[in-house]
């Protein structure tokens, strides 16, 4: 990711919005002689007290989804499942994971980028029910159960509703979406029946907005949010395993080809993420056993708040950005589509 505005707010978070950084002023200003009722102590404890409401706010968000328990991934133990994972998000993770002598195995339509002893690959329409609960039982016998699902597996037609065929509609909601439930369906019930593993849904910035030529996207990537948030109550209150984690990732416009060609007004304040960006905190939510929301760059925080706001705020903000241009000179991957590999 080239230099944005992403990078000063970083650090901004590690300094004067980190309650470690906040609490010195306290000392600070009570050593040069501003005490508890002076006007400028009173304004250093504010600011204190903020940034660490703010922290413990986010301390305690992660403590409840992960059941209040800290817990360590043992990867001798771990077998991982990444669709979509011949390329991209998907194939830099699995190598990433291999380098570690874990096994991962990928179910794709076409083999994968990347050779790894660690790495084996069953070709699979992960669309498609039975073909994914076939092979899961294969994958099952060879290796054990697996102990983490990445759900990565996704495609883009880039069309408007009118010029879309059926198959392209029905394509990009099963493949996007419906391959989700499938794997899910296969490999968690071991999951539940052990209270271990770790489940990683990869969604969208734009399951949070609508836009033109990507309705069927939008709405498969909206669903995949709502189908995080349903998977983990149901874990917690139907099957009590609270010890299967649950991670969501919800990165903005990443350097994968997927969508090449779309252009942004303001790269300095949407950037583009290199799939590294977007990896980092996966690896760190699967190091650590811990189930999180990953939401990068910065910008994509805002995008949910933007549907509480009037709508000429909305509409302003998507014409400020290019949102509604962006696609016109997309000239994404053809060949993810499952019919062309």
């Not at 990867?75 to 380098?99: H, K, M, Q, Y």
Request: hydrophobic share 45%; net charge neutral.
């Amino acid at each position: 990711m080239n230099l944005s505005i992403d990078f000063f707010l970083r650090i901004l978070a590690l300094s004067f919005f980190h309650p470690s950084f906040a609490l010195i002023f306290l000392p600070f200003f009570y050593s040069q002689g501003y005490y508890l009722t002076t006007p400028e102590f009173l304004w250093a404890s504010l600011y204190a007290s903020f940034v660490c409401f703010f922290w413990l706010l986010g301390y305690l968000s992660l403590k409840s989804r992960n059941g209040w328990r800290t817990t360590k991934v043992n990867w001798d133990n771990e077998v991982v499942v990444v669709t979509g994972g011949s390329g991209g998000i998907g194939g830099l993770l699995a190598e990433t994971l291999a380098i570690r002598n874990v096994t991962v195995i990928i179910l794709d339509v076409k083999p994968p980028e990347i050779e790894h002893v660690n790495v084996e690959y069953f070709k699979c329409d992960v669309s498609n029910y039975e073909e994914v609960q076939r092979i899961g039982k294969d994958i099952m016998e060879q290796f054990g159960n697996p102990t983490i699902l990445i759900n990565n597996a996704a495609i883009v037609r880039g069309k408007t509703i009118l010029d879309g065929s059926i198959s392209d509609i029905t394509d990009t909601i099963n493949v996007n979406l419906l391959s989700s439930f499938w794997t899910t369906k296969v490999f968690l019930p071991d999951m539940i029946k052990n209270n271990h593993g770790h489940i990683v849904t990869v969604a969208s910035s734009l399951g949070y907005s609508g836009l033109p030529q990507l309705a069927d996207y939008c709405a498969s990537k909206a669903a995949l949010i709502s189908f995080h948030e349903s998977l983990r109550y149901e874990l917690d209150t139907r099957y009590d395993a609270k010890q299967v984690r649950t991670t969501l990732v919800c990165p903005g416009e990443v350097d994968t080809g997927l969508f090449d060609g779309v252009k942004v007004s303001f790269p300095f304040i949407t950037p583009r993420l290199a799939p590294l960006d977007v990896i980092k905190p996966i690896i760190t939510a699967l190091d650590k056993d811990e189930g999180h929301i990953i939401i990068t760059p910065y910008y994509v925080y805002l995008m949910p708040l933007l549907r509480f706001l009037p709508t000429f705020v909305q509409d302003f903000a998507h014409k400020f950005f290019g949102a509604n241009d962006g696609m016109k000179t997309w000239r994404g991957k053809k060949s993810i589509s499952k019919k062309d590999q």
